[in-house]
């Protein structure tokens, strides 16, 4: 069994900076695909950033690039994601997600279709 706890969410200004942790436990494989979507109001669900475990490679979401890292703490089991120049269009539920085997290409239908996740947490950008 895999659990999953996530912290770091609130409320920021446009411009601010938030960063968000999720630490992993349970039956946990050594190559595992780690990471965050969103879904903001009104919008689906969609994938904001994963990091493979094994090799640390790290994929993004266009619309994150140069603002977001994501980064992972192996001993700890824990992905963090440092969020900065925050915007409204960020707002949302962020939910982090792992599924116990390599990214891949196709992280998006890898973590849809066999990810856990974790509870969620809100992020609010006001303008």
């Known amino acids: 069994q895999v659990q999953l706890a996530e912290s770091g969410g609130g409320s920021v200004q446009a411009g601010g900076s938030l960063r968000l942790s999720c630490v992993a436990s349970g039956d946990i494989s050594s190559r595992r695909c780690m990471g965050w979507f969103r879904q903001g109001p009104g919008k689906e669900r969609e994938a904001v950033a994963v990091?493979?475990?094994?090799?640390?490679?790290?994929a993004y979401a266009d619309s994150v690039k140069g603002r977001f890292t994501l980064s992972q703490d192996k001993a700890k089991f824990t992905v963090l994601l440092q969020m900065n120049s925050l915007k409204p269009e960020d707002t949302g539920m962020y939910y982090c997600?792992?599924?116990?085997?390599?990214?891949?290409?196709?992280?998006?239908?890898?973590?849809?279709?066999?990810?856990?996740w974790g509870q969620g947490t809100q992020v609010a950008v006001s303008s």
């Open positions: 990091i493979d475990s094994g090799d640390g490679s790290t």
């Open positions: 997600g792992l599924a116990l085997r390599r990214c891949g290409s196709d992280y998006v239908s890898l973590l849809s279709d066999r990810g856990r």
